[in-house]
């Protein structure tokens, strides 16, 4: 009983806990100015980000049912409908988006198309959590679509970023992104932690057991992924949070259209979920995975590409800096149609299944 109160308590409060590390970490980037120091951002950056992410994904990591992950592979079903979603919807929209609103600005274009082509890895796990979807379907969503990432991203960079512009008439942007690169990235963010999530179960449980396992080892390392959460939006925010106060213009240009990215995508996948009769821990999986995006690569392609103080990082950054308050939103709008769409649904099921077990 007392875990489940320290649980809901963390819940209650993250909307808090979040806010509170990004004001802070906008607070002292404008302060401190660490982008005066760009040749130093670039590998600090990247090293804590990794860090940060690879703590804050651990845990939930750690908590997946490996061993019943082959359970969901037959559900091809979610997993063509994850794809085209991932694959199909998303790129498209983003560069819709791109195109309409910032045709006139066609580096934060291309950053902003860039952003759409990097689908989700690392984040989508933790928010899964929070909104207690099927974890083991969105551990085997997030690695599917990563293999489907590391083979097809530079195909899909170089027809969004390079090919479709010039045939729109629009200025395109020369891209060349390797394998290796998406690879490297890819593993990781995903790879690193997805092994120690498996290694500290398997060993785990031969060496304590089930029992010691979930109801000792795992509530001691839940606390884990909140302040790696924190921890990495605190370091987002510190490092280039600073850009919103003084570039709000700008700042604002990129965060609309990605406003409307996260929610149309999310909506979309609802509506799919909902329409294909797909049970809510699974539906959560699958929007949340659709509407996250893989903001690690983006910036990793953008500053290799095209250098940390281009504006296509510029707005790459951007990314998780809208991303993670907006998420956070939709867990709690998944927590509400939990609640009041899918528990309701659900309801007359279980009365005709009760009505037919008295009369036997």
């Known amino acids: 009983m007392e875990q489940t109160e320290r649980l809901s308590f963390l819940d209650r409060n993250l909307s808090f806990f979040i806010f ?9 980037g404008y302060l401190f100015s660490p982008e005066r120091h760009s040749d130093l951002i ?3 950056l990247n090293g804590i980000l990794a860090v940060g992410l690879i703590l804050m994904m651990y845990p939930p990591l750690a908590r997946v049912k490996y061993e ?6 037959p559900d091809l079903r979610t997993l063509f409908l994850s794809l085209f979603l991932n694959w199909v919807i998303g790129p498209c929209l983003m560069f819709v988006l791109a195109i309409t609103w910032l045709a006139g600005y066609p580096e934060e274009m291309t950053g902003l198309i860039l952003i759409g082509l990097a689908r ?3 984040m989508v796990i933790v928010w899964n959590d929070l909104a207690k979807g099927d974890r083991e379907h969105c551990a085997f969503l997030v690695a599917f679509n990563s293999l489907f990432q590391l083979f097809t991203f530079p195909i899909y960079a170089y027809f969004f970023i390079s090919f479709l512009p010039g045939l729109l008439g629009l200025q395109g942007s020369e891209i060349s992104v390797s394998v290796k690169d998406v ?3 890819t593993f990781l963010y995903l790879g690193v932690p997805f092994l120690g999530g498996l290694v500290t179960r398997i060993v785990g449980i031969k060496l304590k057991g ?4 979930e109801s000792v080892l795992m509530p001691k390392l839940a606390p884990l992924t909140l302040g790696a959460l924190l921890f990495t939006i605190f370091v987002m925010f510190f490092f280039k949070g600073g850009a919103i106060v003084t570039l709000p213009m700008r700042a604002m240009i990129v965060a609309i259209p990605l406003c409307l990215y996260f929610l149309l995508m999310f909506a979309v996948s609802i509506f799919i979920s909902i329409r294909s009769g797909i049970s809510y821990e699974k539906t959560a999986s699958l929007s949340l995975t659709a509407a996250s995006n893989n903001f690690e690569l983006a910036i990793a392609i953008s500053v290799a590409v095209y250098g940390l103080g281009s504006p296509q990082a510029f707005v790459a950054i951007m990314g998780p800096l809208v991303e993670v308050p907006v998420l956070l939103g939709l867990v709690k709008v998944l927590v509400f149609l939990k609640k009041r769409y899918f528990i309701q649904k659900e309801l007359p099921q279980n009365s005709r299944n009760q009505k037919v077990q008295s009369h036997q």
């Open 20 to 28: 509170a590390a990004m004001l802070t970490g906008v607070t002292l």
């Open 183 to 185: 690879a490297r990235t």
């Open 210 to 213: 089930r029992e010691w396992y």
């Open 42 to 44: 670039h590998g600090s």
């Open 120 to 122: 989700c890895i690392a």
């Open 68 to 73: 019943k992950m082959i359970e969901v592979f």
